[in-house]
Nanobody
Framework: QVQFVESGGGLVQPGGSLRLSCAAS????????MAWYRQAPGKQRDLVAR???????IYAASVKGRFTISRDNAQNTVYLQMNSLKPEDTAVYYC????????WGQGTQVTVSS
């Protein structure tokens, strides 16, 4: 089993930055590619960024150039650096295994507002 704990969210003004963290525990050796998702109120959960199985990165068009996904394998942690935040980035952010969906964590709330 794999567990994910997301953290780092908060309230930020438009144009600001946040760095989210996703700590994975359990059978993490079975994870091929981690991903970040987000879910805004009343909307479906959408993919934001992910690693491919070969370690490349892919981003949703809406965040490309502003968000960066990275990882620290030694710490079993994946990060999402979010810059130039916009009100439409407001959502609960989650991480998960892209190729084999696991149980979802609690997520971390990001609110972009002046």
């Amino acid at each position: 089993q794999v567990q994910f704990v997301e953290s780092g969210g908060g309230l930020v003004q438009p144009g600001g930055s946040l760095r989210l963290s996703c700590a994975a525990s359990g059978s993490i050796f079975s994870i091929y590619a981690m991903a970040w998702y987000r879910q805004a109120p009343g909307k479906q959960r959408d993919l934001v960024a992910r690693f491919t199985s070969s370690g490349l990165t892919i981003y949703a068009a809406s965040v490309k150039g502003r968000f960066t996904i990275s990882r620290d394998n030694a710490q079993n942690t994946v990060y999402l650096q979010m810059n130039s935040l916009k009100p439409e980035d407001t959502a609960v952010y989650y991480c998960n295994d892209y190729f084999n969906e696991r149980e979802w964590g609690q997520g971390t709330q990001v609110t972009v507002s002046s």
